[in-house]
Nanobody, 124 residues
Framework: QVQLVESGGGLVQAGGSLRLSCTAS????????MGWFRQASGKEREFVSR????????RYADSVKGRFTISRDNAKNTVYLQMNSLKPEDTAIYYC?????????????????WGQGTQVTVSS
């Protein structure tokens, strides 16, 4: 079975930082591009960032550029999202996802596997 498990979420004040982790099992992470998405209450799931298999290409939503950094450690089967300068607008459930496409876009349909999410709450 394939399982992606996110961790590292929590409650933080505006301006603070969190690092999210996503660890895969039943899947060799190095064979997949990895993405982060988030879904705020009452809103659609939206793209945050993605990284290609060997970390040669990254992409970010405009809303997080300069604040968030995606990275991966294929030996640990883990992808990370470092979030700095957090804003209340970043409050959401954050999901990691794996894609068999070499250069996936921000489309949910291009990702094959999803984690269950981790809650990030940024207080104002």
């Amino acid at each position: 079975q394939v399982q992606l498990v996110e961790s590292g979420g929590g409650l933080v004040q505006a301006g603070g930082s969190l690092r999210l982790s996503c660890t895969a099992s039943g899947l060799t992470l190095g064979n997949y591009a990895m993405g982060w998405f988030r879904q705020a209450s009452g809103k659609e799931r939206e793209f945050v960032s993605r990284i290609t298999r060997y970390s040669t290409n990254t992409r970010y939503a405009d809303s997080v550029k300069g604040r968030f950094t995606i990275s991966r450690d294929n030996a640990k089967n883990t992808v990370y999202l470092q979030m700095n300068s957090l804003k209340p607008e970043d409050t959401a459930i954050y999901y990691c996802a794996a894609s068999s496409i070499i250069f996936p876009s921000n489309l949910i349909s291009e990702y094959n596997y999803w984690g269950q999410g981790t809650q990030v709450t940024v207080s104002s």
